[in-house]
């Protein structure tokens, strides 16, 4: 989600009220502390928590300190605010569920791996037979056939662009 203003930034969703309705905006936290500098100018100021006082055991960063600067101190603070965090990017993405990233798509089956991994050989091995005839016909001077399996290897490789292999 980019921001609506600058529409550089990551964005995450704000709930202003305006006329007597609720409107929700998606900024970046600096596009939203010049638009509304009358709210807590907080990187994550919108999310809820009672944990402001508690500190990192490793450097001692607080909660608070995260909300208004949205750095951590060192790797630990992950483990320290660890709820707190997931519950951040949580309202930042509008995710509902899950926090874990799953990838682009879906898992792929054991079959269609052994497919992809058979048409990837099968490949592999016709490209290499071109070559090798290739390569044949150049030092025994047959140059029309050298021609004929450059173009076999072009269309070859062309397919194998076109079906990902």
Same mark, same amino acid.
């Given at each position: ?29 600096a ?56 519950e ?23 079959? !269609?791996?052994? /497919?992809?991994?058979? *048409?990837?050989? %099968? =490949? #592999? +091995?016709? $490209?290499?037979?071109?070559? !090798?005839?290739? /390569?044949?016909?150049? *030092?025994?001077g %047959? =140059? #029309? +056939?050298? $021609?004929?399996?450059?173009? !076999? ?5 062309? *397919? ?6």
């Amino acid at each position: 989600m980019i921001c609506e203003n600058c529409g550089k930034n990551p964005a995450q969703k704000f709930i202003r009220k305006a006329g007597g309705q609720e409107v929700v905006v998606e900024l970046c936290p600096a596009c939203y502390g010049k638009l509304y500098p009358e709210k807590e100018n907080g990187f994550f100021a919108d999310v809820p928590s009672a944990a402001d006082g508690k500190a990192c055991p490793s450097c001692g960063t607080t909660m608070a300190q995260f909300r208004s600067t949205g750095l951590l101190g060192c790797a630990d603070c992950y483990t320290a605010f660890r709820g707190e965090l997931v519950e951040a990017v949580r309202g930042m993405q509008g995710i509902r569920g899950e926090v874990r990233h799953t990838g682009k798509r879906p898992e792929s089956s054991a079959e !269609e791996k052994e /497919e992809k991994y058979d *048409r990837a050989r %099968d =490949y #592999a +091995a016709r $490209r290499e037979g071109i070559i !090798e005839r290739l /390569e044949a016909a150049m *030092r025994t001077g %047959d =140059y #029309a +056939a050298a $021609r004929q399996l450059q173009r !076999e290897l072009k269309a070859l490789n062309a *397919r194998s662009m076109k079906e990902d292999v």
